[in-house]
């Protein structure tokens, strides 16, 4: 099945710019979504599509994806962002849904 | 506004069943393209895809859990409900029905937490 591999932990100082990877292979051929999820809530979908925002998510939050790593970028880090965040695909091959191991982000 | 809420039983011995139900609201599960998806994150670790169910009464499962794993839905009542047998300690987790559009889950239940203990 389809592995997805991101870093444990980001760390970045408020204001900075944080960048997120999530590898996989050949992953710049499927879509990917990213997931930020705070302490005792569930998930919030933040980037669809590689790089496309749901309504009420900030334009700091955006998305690339190329060759065999998915990047998502947050501009301008905010104490609010602190959270974990996911990436996942649809493995086409299968149908089936995939996530990555996710990454702590800190704001130092 | 789109809403989903899990419910079930909070503790379940080890070997028993447990059998989850998603109660939603927003949309219909008869509309095409639509599906409703299970995912789990035992304490303190990631997220685990483990079913999803669409709108035509297509199923899929985990490769991992798929022999453990049932998931039907009831279009009439707004439901889904999933089913994994033989529970273990390690099956202990918050399990979360979501809203899955296009291969993304756009909206999420509050999430349940299931202790697996004898």
């Known amino acids: 099945s389809y592995v997805l591999t991101q870093p444990p932990s980001v760390s970045v100082a408020p204001g900075q710019t944080a960048r997120i990877t999530c590898g996989g292979n050949?992953?710049?051929?499927?879509?990917v979504h990213w997931y930020q999820q705070k302490p005792g809530q569930a998930p919030v979908l933040v980037v669809y599509?590689?790089?496309d925002r749901p309504s009420g998510i900030p334009e700091r939050f955006s998305g690339s994806n190329s060759g065999n790593t998915a990047t998502l970028t947050i501009s301008r880090v905010e104490a609010g962002d602190e959270a974990d965040y996911y990436c996942?695909?649809?493995?086409?091959?299968?149908?089936?849904?995939?996530f990555g191991g996710g990454t702590k982000l800190t704001v130092l | 506004q789109i809403t989903l809420k899990e419910s079930g039983p909070t503790l379940v011995k080890p070997t028993q069943t447990l059998t989850l139900t998603c109660t939603f609201s927003?949309?219909?599960?008869?509309?095409?393209?639509?599906?409703v998806g299970w995912i789990r994150q035992p304490p303190g670790k990631a997220l685990e895809w483990l079913a999803l169910i669409y709108w035509n009464d297509d199923k899929r499962y985990s490769p991992s859990l798929k022999s453990r794993l049932t998931i039907t839905k009831d279009t009439s009542k707004n439901q889904v409900v999933l089913t994994m047998t033989n529970m273990d300690p390690v099956d202990t987790a918050t399990y979360y029905c979501?809203?899955?559009?296009?291969?993304?889950?756009?909206?999420w239940g509050q999430g349940t937490l299931v202790t697996v203990s004898s």
């Open positions: 996942q695909v649809w493995d086409s091959s299968s149908d089936d849904r995939v």
């Open positions: 599509d590689d790089s």
């Open positions: 050949n992953i710049g051929s499927k879509s």
């Open positions: 979501a809203h899955d559009v296009r291969s993304y889950f756009f909206d």
């Open positions: 927003g949309f219909s599960l008869s509309t095409s393209g639509v599906g």
